[in-house]
């Protein structure tokens, strides 16, 4: 914990938080395995793409790089199909609410109001006096404690009756146990009356109570909800959130009641003191010590780093500035932003935007904070994938934690723009900041931190990073405080291995490097050949008491390192926790409809497994889920998991310096070896870089030379970079003439490194041509008066005051394309795509629907297998062959393609491709098994899950694009459904259970047949009942599950009361009324 080294670096901004005027600114593996085969070669390729974060990727036989799961997705813009009118919605649920059977109704209205209270009761906590608060509960707890005590005991009929079946066997089991050993060992009472504790706290107020109900009452009770049913949804809801909203405080026990009266206590305590004064006075960083008992509880953080308490109490984060804060990896960074975080939502009440590289952190972050959100009292919204809502529901009370991936923030922020709301946005936290170096995701992250900056001088902007090197250009850039510290709570030996000896890394050694040891093994003959870089003996150094990850090149090398290694382990490693690995096994088949990929059979017995893009996301979380729990002891894996989900090791071995084809760069292994040693599970960790001979130059340089240094893309990703960062910004009205659009460009990450960055032309000459670009391109249309001599001169260096005045407004199809968030190198395609569908959409099947939502850039890097497409065409419908003639595939050019004969005719090479993937999308509606669709198309199920995760992106970016243009009406109703079938494609009745973070396909199906069915029934579960009633689920997960739920219900629940309320509101453009 040495802090020595930390250090604070205070730059002046070269730039104030306001903008400069515009004068100023003006101023591998063996040396076989890496020589690539044609097969490899592509999957090199693949990686490389993956490795550089392009988002395009080869396709079929050349399967996507990207995790699906740690994909981003392109859902960027406007869910509109998930606001119906409120009017619709409203209709909506009193039919669904007049068809639920009375049972169901009951429960739901039940769960719903007790979330209600609860919700209600938080937002108390922060507005309530202290005096009546305690008294009021007091109250309340002497009133209800009796019901508490039966509940637990013995749940009554009525209250089994609400239960799924799985809980309800579980409790019948508990019953019957009881009964029979009349006289329970205490050991048993305890966990009883655990369970018990814990059911009175998962349990919503009013299904406790119930058991107490005799006969009379709940007929009674029955009655009267007839009664209730007969009236209106609207009434209804009206009445019962009413009641809520005036609701006693439901029963807690005294402690909890107590706490909650402190939290309050301690809340306004802190709201006054961020109010006053910016002194740290509250018990915990200004926060209620809950907070500190929760860190302590769910995560066990039992104190602060120093450096961390050092960050916290800077006294430029008092004062709320921009802040960069850059650690090693594991160094605790994010502890420090959620406190930030904390105290924006809760003292100085403000929502947050916590912008996260991946999809699958994006979830795990929501489950790690839906407890905090629950116990403290703000929303945690996921914006990642299909799911965040455009503009945000706006809070009356609690605030929000928006938890978005890059692109799914860029969408939320320019809403919030759009709609005048930016300055609820209190602060913006960008974790891995590096990541804006990395082509058009950065260029998008760029652009949104840009827009933030430019539009809210109240938005306060923290990023962090562990592999930052040109601090200065990102703090000219975000007009940030930089803090930085070499801490590593956990330390981490970095070592070489060359034949076999093992070298240490040493910056003081002359070389970089001391020798350390060497190697000990024994190895047979036949080892040697098929083991020459020593791997079997390095894994078997820390497995199976130990983890160990080793990253490889290609994804295909992932499996065969893993095969190589389990042939050659002892039988001893098959019984080191044999049945839960067997459980593994069952549980992949279940997820997997039966089916079980023929490496891990073999591999996983052994307490071995690979990983990579190829797998499904069930597959790799349940993989990830039983290597986090050492059941599986030794993961191969490609790059992706670095920088994906915490999956920490005792050892990291790199089997080579290569992703893919290219040498490693200095922040891809400083972010994989960084995986070795985390903090709170290992005591050590250590890296094993394998170099050959010829590498071993390089490597040195590798390990020696400062991080690569982070350079803007805004610029580079032409069509989705500085484009579509003009057209939002003149469809938003942010800047619309060129004064003003050129004085945003300056104060971009561009606009710092421009003078690096541009070659031969100036950032006028830039802004200026991107302009005229996007007129030409009829996005764009310029105001008249400038027009004869402005934009049409030649010369676009040519700069005069007159020109800065020069102003533009968006087309009709430049704002379809800017809500859309269609990559403007495809807008005019898709509208003539979508025009032609008019003269002869063929709707007999989704065919000709899926493929106007086949994503343009997908098809244009795919390869099909000719066989397969020729076969699979000829099993087409009439009705579907008409589709490919209509938009022009002909069976002649796929049968020549299939038969290798040469075609003189040319044809529109993405056109065909882009009809071969939509067969494989169809396949996947039709039949919902991706195995199935699989091994139909031979393509990786890894890559059919990205496909239908960017066709559901793309389909919902048509139907905002649809939406802008009258002359497309039509294709709205259409797409709205389609989007909703690509983006669950699973039956029907799992869709709400999906719907809950976390819960994937393999998981709801479970729970479902569990008889947990809705929303209702899962925020409703008690985590303790889950773990004994559904297979291979941990209590972690359980907890999150349950939690995440709860926070999802709430927020439902909310929502509802809100739009309710809006509803009966009297307009306040009213008309007056004329007096007579
Ligand atoms: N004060 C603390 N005491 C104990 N454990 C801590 C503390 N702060 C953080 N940790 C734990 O350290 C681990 C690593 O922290 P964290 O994920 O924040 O690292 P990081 O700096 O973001 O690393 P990376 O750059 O790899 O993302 C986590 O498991 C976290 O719970
Ligand atoms: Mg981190």
Partial sequence: MDEGTSRIRRRVSVRKRNRPSLEILFAAPTADELKPSDDQKEEEEEEEE?????????????????????EEDMFGDYDSFAENSLIAQVDDLEQKYMQLPENRKHDTDLATEDLCSENIRNNQLSITTIGSFTELKTDEHTKKQSGHEDVSIKPGADLLYELPSSQVLYFEN????????????????????????????????????????????????????????????????????????????????????????????????????????????????????????LYVQLKGIEKLYEWQHTCLTLNSVQERKNLIYSLPTSGGKTLVAEILMLQELLCRRKDVLMILPYVAIVQEKISGLSNFGIELGFFVEEYAGSKGRFPPIKRREKKSLYIATIEKGHGLVNSLIETGRISSLGLVVVDELHMIAEGSRGAVLEMTLAKILYTSKTTQIIGMSATLNNVGDLQEFLQAEYYTSQFRPVELKEYLKINDAIYEVDSKAENGMTFSRLLNYKYSDALKKMDPDHLVALVTEVIPNNSCLVFCPTKKNCENVAEMICKFLSKDYLKHREKEKQEIIKNLKSICSGNLCPVLKRTIPLGVAYHHSGLTSDERKLLEEAYSTGVLCLLTCTSTLAAGVNLPARRVILRAPYVAKEFLKRSQYKQMIGRAGRAGIDSAGESILILQEKDKQQALELISRPLENCYSHLVQEFTKGIQTLFLSLIGLKIATHLGDIYHFMSGTLFGVQQKILLKEKSLWEITVESLKYLTEKGLLQNDTILTEKGLTQKDSSYKSEEWFQYSFHITKLGRASFKGTIDLAYCDILYRDLQKGLEGLVLESLLHLIYLTTPYDIASQCDPDWMIYFKQFNQLSPAEQNVAALVGVSENYIGKKASGQAIK???????????????????????????????????????????????????????????????????????????KKLTYCVKAELIPLMEVTGVLKGRAKQLYNAGYKSLAHLANANPEVLIKTIDHLSRRQAKQIVSSAKMLLNEKAEALQEEVEELLRLPADFPPVEKA
């Fill in 50 to 70: 993956m490795a550089a974060g392009s988002p395009r990727r080869k396709a079929v036989g050349v399967p996507p790089a990207e995790n699906n799961d740690s």
């Fill in 174 to 293: 508990l019953q019957n146990s009881s009964n029979e050993f009349g006289n329970q060992s205490t050991k048993e009472r305890d966990w009883n009356s655990s369970s018990h504790k814990t059911i009175n706290e998962e349990l919503p107020q009013n299904s406790i109570e119930q058991p107490q109900q005799n006969d009379e009452f709940s007929s009674k009770d029955r009655t009267s909800s007839d009664v209730n049913r007969r009236k209106s949804l609207k009434d209804h809801l009206k009445s019962a959130m009413t009641v809520n909203a005036k609701a006693q405080i439901p029963i807690f026990s005294r402690t909890k009641q107590l706490k909650e009266t402190h939290l309050s206590e301690e809340i306004n305590v802190a709201k006054k003191t961020i109010e006053s004064s910016s002194d740290d006075v509250g018990p915990f960083y200004s926060l209620p010590s809950k907070v500190r008992d």
């Fill in 905 to 979: 005719k040319t044809v529109d090479k993405d056109i065909v491709n882009r009809l071969y993937l939509s067969l494989v999308l169809y396949a996947l509606l039709k039949e919902t098994s991706i195995w199935s669709v699989s091994e139909k198309f031979n393509m990786p199920r890894g890559y059919i899950q990205s496909l239908l995760t960017a066709a559901a992106t793309f389909s919902c970016c048509v139907l905002h694009f649809c939406e802008e243009l009258e002359e497309f009406w039509v294709y709205k109703a259409l797409l709205v459904e389609l989007t």
